[in-house]
């Protein structure tokens, strides 16, 4: 998939996304920045208001097929670097080995 198409996928289901991950936050989620690699996305997004818990999060999702960003994981910025804050069962293999905090 190419980036711009991938990039334009992930940007209109951030919201959905968000609500999967934090479906008790009634909030509005903006993608500040995006970094793919190979099938693995990296997308740093923050809630609007930051009622969440952490100023930004960092969603891995995967894009093996055309049309598709599943989650994998979740990280959240705490100040100084991200740590992992939950996964999907499940999730294809690879995405552990994405440097984050390079």
């Not at 995006?34 to 894009?63: C, D, N, Q, R, W």
């Not at 990280?75 to 069962?89: K, V």
């Amino acid at each position: 998939m190419e980036d711009l198409s991938r990039e334009n996928l992930i940007r209109s289901r951030i919201q959905a996304i968000g609500e999967d991950v934090f479906p008790e936050d009634a909030v509005a989620w903006k993608v500040n920045a995006m970094l793919h690699h190979g099938v693995f996305s990296l997308v740093e997004a923050e809630a609007i208001p930051a009622t969440v818990g952490y100023p930004k999060f960092l969603f891995v999702l995967h894009a093996g097929e055309p049309g598709q960003a599943a989650f994998c994981a979740a990280y959240c910025w705490s100040g100084e670097h991200w740590s992992l804050l939950c996964s999907e069962n499940g999730a294809p293999d690879g995405w552990r080995q994405i440097p984050v905090n390079a």
